[in-house]
């Protein structure tokens, strides 16, 4: 057969891709980080992220200054979609930071 839809994009030119999925797993973690709820293990993959992921640790920071201006965090009301759209702008303020000047419309 010659219908082989497998190939969706077959031209990625991204120069270097981050490790979304790490960063993903940074930003689903990050309030159990903050509340220190984490496996010895898991924190430590997640400071070493930390360590090379420079937009990660910004974000650690603004969630850490949210946290302390909200008093705390309520882990368990954050729902599947608001992690959507946490890591969804997270996304858009990485592309920001790596693309200063495509400001424009
Ligand atoms: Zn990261």
Redesign the pocket.
Known sequence: MSSDGTVGRGSEASPGP???A??VG?VELVTEYLEDALEPDVRARFEA??D??E???V?LEQMRATIVAAGRVDVEHVAPATLDRLVAAYRSA?RARRNPGANGV
């Open positions: 981050p490790d979304t790490t960063c940074v992220h930390l090379d992921c937009e990660c640790e974000y990485v």
